[in-house]
């Protein structure tokens, strides 16, 4: 018997999946949620073509504590391959259950039945009865053991993506939306020093003070800003001293780790002698939501209901339990979308920002909002890495193959199990929490070393993970992890190895590449884009080395009296297996190939002593509609294979086809992210 | 007490003329369209439509709207609200309602803009999921109708 997907095993009850309303409607509760990544309509496709029914028919109901399965977090790509199986399998357990019934029910043989949008007839009798008829607010009772045959694979319709109706036309429906009557508004006041001198508001507004934490807020938001821009300015906090040389200290103290077959262990790290090496590296990269994180919070009679956009509410719970005192039985959280995350932003400390502010005034709902100088300042961000790759070539053939990447944590959610708790207010408040001392990850494909190891085949490969404890700024998951910087360099040392040895880099690349899949999107780019001639570079990769395979060639413009580099094209070409979505799928290797590149043209947080300097939208510039090329993009679809997580998978390659294309179009290597013209004119200095 | 021309009627409101636009028009008015991006007039996702023109509103006071009229997505009913919602030309939707607001200002002056005219009226507005190829291909596609 084939095994239940993981999600089912966790949560083996039928009914804590699927329900049908006595309306016809049917239920489908999920763990995990929208980020504007497409999810709901993905899911909602797959449950219509397993129950076979319209997918209007579909109702989500997404992310509540108590209420949906424990689904842990949104990320990682993982939400198609691990939630869409449940679905897929619960729905199709739903569907069987519902025709043996209807077999029953009709007196016909079950093979006689025919379903139409949720109707059953037969062959056997012009009688039909509907899936409400039979389990119209009636529970399944059924615990899952094992897995049954799914629908046929065949192609999932095109709809417009459920989520965006209401987007379009202005409606409420993001967490700053929220509202309630008598309702406060509120904003903390934070800095990264400690608290010296508290500057007390004015006007009608309240303040909360909690060790440092502090929070006002009124029933007026205008005065609410007000009050927290003045008691920021003159208020006056200790400088937080912060250590400023970021590629130094990575280069600096570390726990090294050998990967073998993709796995970190502490062994000694062999010091091979490399004929060839290079050094490249990315700076610390924010998620830059759009939107500022916010929360909303009621706490009365000793319980706490909370409204946020946190990619893991399940594991949310616990510790706001812990840092307010309560029983974790009295903390509710509502998953609500927040403007785009990529990753883990401001989300959860904004959630437990708004739970204390809540406890302060108890029976009053809060929304509590970031203002954007916080959200550039406070939220966790992608970290620097530097990756120091080497070869041994003989005969233009790479014999040895060295790859090794030194990085702080990629990943610090805050998770239950842990003598700390990673969040910002608790670090606060009186007496504070401490904070979880960075571990390094030693599973497959996590964090540092995601896509370190190569998708090419060479005779000696030595991969090294390099984990730097302290790094001056917080940092966690940013999009993709480590994979954008190791496939980055990848990519980059490919094109530099395959220069040096006078091939070509599409044959240099395919002459190591084994897996027919990874072949034939590397072939699709290259046809897709009518060839590599001219300012153009390639990039590809296998995200986390078992999901969507995404290879991009990109072609750019650089000007030689600005040294400014632009993007003209993108051409895209992935393979992520089954495809439940197309436009939904190409639509998030389109947006991951364009914020790659707003990341490697752009992007780098600044900071100094007293902390960071990239404060708003002037100081941390992110890419312009000017700046946009033509992007263009072939998926290969395998109906009969498993679907691939693909929403990181084209964030590497196209890091790599950029620098591989600034290189075609003028001969200079930019090894440090970001390619700036600064930045271009010290690599070309450099190179000379 | 102020009076606002808003999708057009007649709104009488209570509030003083130096607040900034954006909280009567969200939390007194209950326009939600209008997002709170950064209150820097840095990122476009607060805009409306001011006497037809593309204008923010997180950062000018209420006053500056008062005798003019404001239009917001509520009610707009734009061709170009069904072309993004067809073509998915949308990732988390923060950001959508400037573009909205800026392609309408466009659309109204100039029906057949072209690629140049388009981009540049949207490049105040960020969108950092990277749904701008998709947005700008629906929007080339709309001014050639």
Known sequence: ?688 | MISLDINGSITEVETTDDVPAIFVLRNVLDIKSVKLGCGLEQCGSCAVLLDGEPTLTCSKAIGDFVGRTIETIEQMQSPIQEALLQGNAIQCGYCINGIIVAAEGLFRRDSHPDRATIIRALEPHLCRCGAHPRIIRVLMELASR
């Open chain 1, 1 to 688: 018997m084939k095994e239940l997907p993981q999600s089912l095993r966790n949560t083996p009850e039928l009914d804590r999946w699927v329900a049908v309303r006595q309306d016809g409607k049917i239920l489908v509760y999920v763990g995990k949620v929208e980020l504007g990544q497409g999810i709901l309509t993905a899911f909602t496709l797959i449950a219509a073509m397993e129950l076979s029914v319209e997918s209007k028919r579909i109702e989500l109901v997404t992310a509540r504590t108590g209420i949906t399965p424990n689904e842990g977090v949104t990320a990682g790509s993982m939400s198609i391959e691990t939630t869409g199986a449940a679905i897929r399998q619960a729905c199709a357990w739903a569907r069987q259950i519902i025709l043996e019934a209807a077999s029953q029910y009709l007196t016909v043989s079950l093979e006689s039945l025919i379903v139409r949008d949720g109707v059953v007839s037969s062959s056997e009798t012009s009688d039909l009865v509907s899936y409400q008829d039979l389990f119209g607010g009636r529970p399944f009772n059924k615990h899952l053991e094992f897995s049954i045959d799914e629908m046929s694979s065949q192609s999932h319709p095109k709809i417009v993506r459920i989520d965006l109706e209401p987007k379009v036309r202005g409606k409420g429906v993001f967490i700053h939306d929220k509202s309630w009557a008598n309702m406060l508004h509120a904003r903390v006041v934070r800095s990264r020093g400690q608290l010296v001198d508290l500057f007390p508001p004015k006007g009608k507004v309240r303040l909360f003070r909690n060790g440092d934490f502090i929070a006002i807020c009124g029933t007026d938001e205008a005065e609410v800003v007000d009050a927290q821009t003045e008691v920021l300015a003159r208020s006056t906090w200790t400088s937080p001293n912060l250590k400023v040389d970021v590629m130094e200290q990575l280069k600096g103290t570390n726990e090294a780790f050998l990967l073998r077959d993709g796995i970190p262990v502490r062994e000694d790290v062999p010091d091979p002698v490399l004929e060839f090496e290079r050094q490249y590296s990315r700076p610390y990269l924010m998620h830059g939501s759009i939107g500022p994180s916010a929360a909303a919070a009621i706490y009365q009679n000793d319980r706490i209901v909370i409204w946020c956009s946190s990619q893991g509410i399940e594991l949310l719970k616990p510790l706001i339990a812990r840092v307010l005192s309560i029983e974790i039985d009295s903390v509710s959280i509502i998953y609500v979308q927040g403007a785009g995350c990529y990753g883990h932003n401001g989300a959860d400390d904004v959630a437990l920002d708004a739970a204390l502010t809540a406890q302060a005034i108890p029976g009053r709902h809060v929304l509590l909002k970031w203002t954007r100088e916080q959200e550039h300042m406070f939220e966790p961000y992608g970290p620097a890495m530097i990756m120091r790759m080497g070869a041994n070539l003989m005969g233009g053939d790479i014999t040895d193959w060295s790859h090794d990447v030194a990085s702080f944590t990629h990943v610090s959610r805050p998770a239950p199990g842990r003598p700390g708790i990673d969040l910002l207010g608790s670090t606060e408040v009186d007496p504070p929490f401490p904070s979880n001392e960075p571990k390094p990850r030693l599973g497959r494909e996590v964090g540092i070393h995601r896509n370190a190891l190569p998708l090419y085949s060479f005779e000696n490969v030595r991969v090294v993970k390099r984990f730097v404890p302290r790094s001056p700024l917080r940092t966690s998951a940013l999009r993709s992890l480590g994979a954008h910087g190791n496939v980055f360099a990848i990519e980059s040392f490919m094109d530099e190895l395959a220069i040096h040895s006078g091939k070509d880099p599409f044959s240099f690349r395919l002459k190591y590449i084994q897996d027919p899949r990874a072949r034939a999107v590397l072939r699709s780019v290259v046809e897709l884009a009518g060839g590599l001639e001219g300012s153009r570079g390639l990039g590809i990769a296998q995200y986390k080395n078992q999901q969507c395979y995404a290879a991009v060639i990109c072609e750019v413009d650089v000007n030689n009296d600005t040294a400014a580099i632009k993007a003209k094209n993108i051409w895209i070409a992935a393979d992520a297996g089954r495809v439940v979505d197309l436009d939904g799928l190409t639509n998030q290797l389109e947006g991951g190939a364009i914020q790659a590149l707003s990341w490697c043209l752009k992007e780098a947080v600044h900071f100094d002593e007293d902390g960071v300097t990239s404060v708003d939208w002037d100081t941390y510039p992110i890419i312009r509609f000017s700046e946009i090329p033509e992007v263009t993009t072939v998926v290969i679809d395998h109906p009969k294979e498993r679907s691939l997580g693909a929403g990181e998978a084209t964030l590497g390659p196209t890091a790599g086809a950029l620098g591989n294309a600034v290189y075609a179009a003028c001969g200079v290597r930019v090894r440090d992210l970001p390619m700036t013209s600064q930045q271009l004119r010290k690599s070309a200095a450099v190179s000379l």
